[in-house]
C-alpha cells in the first residue's frame, strides 16, 4: 500500500472510495446518485475520476468527478426512467426529470473503462467500444468492431454480451486487446481499423473432451473470458469460466495452466505489477454448485512461476461458512504490489504482503463490482 493510495469500488448503489487513515480506512460514498456502476477508473497525475454504469432503468453513462465528491454525468442512452417521464410530466417534476440528447440508443450499460494514450474506452453491454477524446464528455463507437465479420456469433453470457476487459500497450497505441464475454479475446495492431479474434489453444496445450458449452473444445479456450490481464511485451493472462490460462505471443495461443488449482471456475485474475510471473486468482466451486469459495472457505491462489504451480494462501480471510463471490473486476494490485478484492456480501480484503496474509478493510458496503487501485 502506498501513503496516498486509495480503493476505488464499483458497487450496485454507486462509487465509493477507500482511503488509508492512521487506524482504519475512510469510506467515502455512496456516490454517482446511487447508480449501478460496473467499473471506477483514475487518473493518478490529475486525480480525475471516471466511473461507467447503468442499467435499464436510467439507461448507461459515464460519471466524471475532479474531486472524488461532485460528479457529472455524461448519459450515453435513455432507460425507462426516460419513457416514462416523457410521457408523465407529474413524474417528470417528481423525479426532477429533464430531457438529454443522447448518444446512442440500446446502450444498456457501461461495464468497464481504461486510459491509454491520451484517450479513454469504455466497453458496453451489449459488446460496443467506446473512445473518448475529450475525457469522457463525447464519445463514438469504433465501427471495425461493431461490424466485425464474427458478430452473429457472438453469445451472451449470465450478465449479457459484455465488453469487460481493455488492455493496451503503453509503447505502441496501435495495440489493443479486449475481453468479451462470451465471444473471446480481440486484439489489433492497427489502432483499432481492425480487430483478430484470438481464442485458440496453443498446440501443445491438451484438451480433454468437455460438455459445457463454455469449456475448451475444437483448439480453442472456450469463448466466456471473466478476466484478462496484461504483462510485458505480448504476455496475457486470462481468468475464463472454464480455466486460466497464458499467452506469450499476445493472445494468438493459449496455454491452460489451470492444473494445481482446486476447480476450473472463477472471475478474476490479477497480476504483480513488476514480476510478470507473479498472479493471483480466486477461485469458486462451480457456476452450477453456486459459485463460492471451494469447501466454503476462502482463499486466493498464488503463482510466482506463471502458473506453473499454485499455493493456497488463506492467512486472514474466513475459513468454513463462506459463500460470497468475488466478481470478475473485483480484484486489483496497487504501485507496491498490495492486493485487494471485494465481494458480493459488501467486504474488501487487502493484503500489503503480496497475498500472504489478508485483513477486511471495509465491510456492509453494496455488492462490489470493481475494485481498482490510485495512488498519487
Same mark, same amino acid.
Given at each position: 500500500?502506498?501513503?496516498?493510495?486509495?480503493?476505488?469500488?464499483?458497487?450496485?448503489?454507486?462509487?465509493?472510495?477507500?482511503?488509508?487513515?492512521?487506524?482504519?480506512?475512510?469510506?467515502?460514498?455512496?456516490? !454517482?446518485?446511487?447508480?449501478?456502476?460496473?467499473?471506477?477508473?483514475?487518473?493518478?497525475?490529475?486525480?480525475?475520476?471516471?466511473?461507467?454504469?447503468?442499467g435499464e432503468w436510467p439507461g448507461a453513462g459515464v460519471w466524471r468527478s475532479e474531486d472524488g465528491e461532485t460528479w457529472e454525468l455524461c448519459k450515453l442512452s435513455n432507460g425507462q426512467l426516460d419513457e416514462w417521464a416523457a410521457a408523465d410530466p407529474d413524474m417528470a417534476a417528481f423525479m426532477n426529470w429533464t430531457p438529454t440528447d443522447v448518444p446512442f440508443e440500446n446502450l444498456k450499460a457501461v461495464w468497464s473503462?481504461?486510459?491509454?494514450?491520451?484517450?479513454?474506452?469504455?466497453?458496453?453491454?451489449?459488446?460496443?467500444?467506446?473512445?473518448?477524446?475529450?475525457?469522457?464528455?463525447?464519445?463514438?463507437?469504433?465501427?471495425?468492431?461493431?461490424?466485425?465479420?464474427?458478430?452473429?456469433?457472438?453469445?451472451?453470457?449470465?450478465?449479457?454480451?459484455?465488453?469487460?476487459?481493455?488492455?493496451?500497450?503503453?509503447?505502441?497505441?496501435?495495440?489493443?486487446?479486449?475481453?468479451?464475454?462470451?465471444?473471446?479475446?480481440?486484439?489489433?495492431?492497427?489502432?483499432?481499423?481492425?480487430?483478430?479474434?484470438?481464442?485458440?489453444?496453443?498446440?501443445?496445450?491438451? !484438451?480433454?473432451?468437455?460438455?459445457?458449452?463454455?469449456?475448451?473444445?475444437?483448439?480453442?479456450?472456450?469463448? !466466456?473470458?471473466?478476466?484478462?490481464?496484461?504483462?510485458?511485451?505480448?504476455?496475457?493472462?486470462?481468468?475464463?469460466?472454464?480455466?486460466?490460462?497464458?499467452?506469450?505471443?499476445?493472445?494468438?495461443?493459449?496455454?491452460?495452466?489451470?492444473?494445481?488449482?482446486?476447480?476450473?471456475?472463477?472471475?478474476?485474475?490479477?497480476?504483480?505489477?513488476?514480476?510478470?510471473?507473479?498472479?493471483?486468482?480466486?477461485?469458486?466451486?462451480?457456476?452450477?454448485?453456486?459459485?463460492?469459495?471451494?469447501?466454503?472457505?476462502?482463499?486466493?491462489?498464488?503463482?510466482?512461476?506463471?502458473?506453473?504451480?499454485?499455493?493456497?494462501?488463506?492467512?486472514?480471510?474466513?475459513?468454513?461458512? !463462506?459463500? #460470497?463471490?468475488?466478481?470478475?473486476?473485483?480484484?486489483?494490485?496497487?504501485?507496491?504490489?498490495?492486493?485487494? #478484492?471485494?465481494?458480493?456480501?459488501?467486504?474488501?480484503?487487502?493484503? #500489503?504482503?503480496?497475498?500472504?496474509?489478508?485483513?477486511?478493510?471495509?465491510?456492509?458496503?453494496?455488492?462490489?463490482?470493481?475494485?481498482?487501485?490510485?495512488?498519487?
Amino acid at each position: 500500500m502506498t501513503a496516498n493510495s486509495r480503493v476505488l469500488l464499483g458497487t450496485t448503489k454507486g462509487t465509493f472510495v477507500l482511503g488509508p487513515g492512521a487506524h482504519d480506512w475512510s469510506v467515502s460514498g455512496p456516490h !454517482c446518485d446511487g447508480w449501478c456502476i460496473n467499473h471506477v477508473i483514475g487518473d493518478p497525475v490529475s486525480g480525475t475520476l471516471w466511473a461507467g454504469g447503468g442499467g435499464e432503468w436510467p439507461g448507461a453513462g459515464v460519471w466524471r468527478s475532479e474531486d472524488g465528491e461532485t460528479w457529472e454525468l455524461c448519459k450515453l442512452s435513455n432507460g425507462q426512467l426516460d419513457e416514462w417521464a416523457a410521457a408523465d410530466p407529474d413524474m417528470a417534476a417528481f423525479m426532477n426529470w429533464t430531457p438529454t440528447d443522447v448518444p446512442f440508443e440500446n446502450l444498456k450499460a457501461v461495464w468497464s473503462l481504461h486510459r491509454a494514450h491520451g484517450g479513454l474506452y469504455a466497453g458496453t453491454n451489449p459488446a460496443s467500444l467506446l473512445f473518448s477524446a475529450d475525457g469522457g464528455r463525447t464519445w463514438e463507437k469504433n465501427a471495425a468492431l461493431e461490424n466485425h465479420p464474427t458478430r452473429e456469433t457472438w453469445n451472451p453470457g449470465a450478465a449479457g454480451l459484455v465488453l469487460h476487459s481493455m488492455l493496451s500497450d503503453p509503447g505502441n497505441g496501435d495495440k489493443m486487446w479486449l475481453g468479451i464475454s462470451a465471444a473471446g479475446v480481440f486484439a489489433t495492431e492497427d489502432g483499432g481499423k481492425s480487430w483478430e479474434r484470438r481464442n485458440r489453444l496453443s498446440n501443445d496445450a491438451v !484438451c480433454a473432451e468437455h460438455h459445457h458449452p463454455a469449456a475448451p473444445r475444437n483448439g480453442e479456450t472456450g469463448h !466466456c473470458v471473466h478476466n484478462m490481464q496484461r504483462g510485458p511485451d505480448d504476455l496475457l493472462y486470462q481468468q475464463n469460466h472454464h480455466g486460466t490460462y497464458r499467452s506469450t505471443d499476445g493472445g494468438r495461443t493459449w496455454n491452460d495452466v489451470t492444473d494445481g488449482l482446486p476447480s476450473t471456475f472463477g472471475f478474476p485474475i490479477a497480476i504483480h505489477p513488476r514480476d510478470p510471473a507473479t498472479i493471483w486468482v480466486l477461485p469458486l466451486n462451480g457456476d452450477m454448485a453456486g459459485r463460492f469459495p471451494p469447501d466454503a472457505s476462502a482463499a486466493v491462489w498464488k503463482s510466482t512461476d506463471a502458473g506453473a504451480t499454485w499455493e493456497a494462501k488463506r492467512d486472514g480471510l474466513p475459513q468454513g461458512a !463462506c459463500f #460470497f463471490t468475488v466478481l470478475r473486476q473485483s480484484m486489483a494490485t496497487d504501485a507496491d504490489a498490495g492486493v485487494y #478484492f471485494g465481494t458480493n456480501t459488501g467486504s474488501v480484503f487487502a493484503s #500489503f504482503d503480496e497475498g500472504e496474509t489478508w485483513s477486511e478493510i471495509a465491510r456492509h458496503l453494496p455488492t462490489i463490482l470493481s475494485v481498482e487501485t490510485l495512488s498519487r
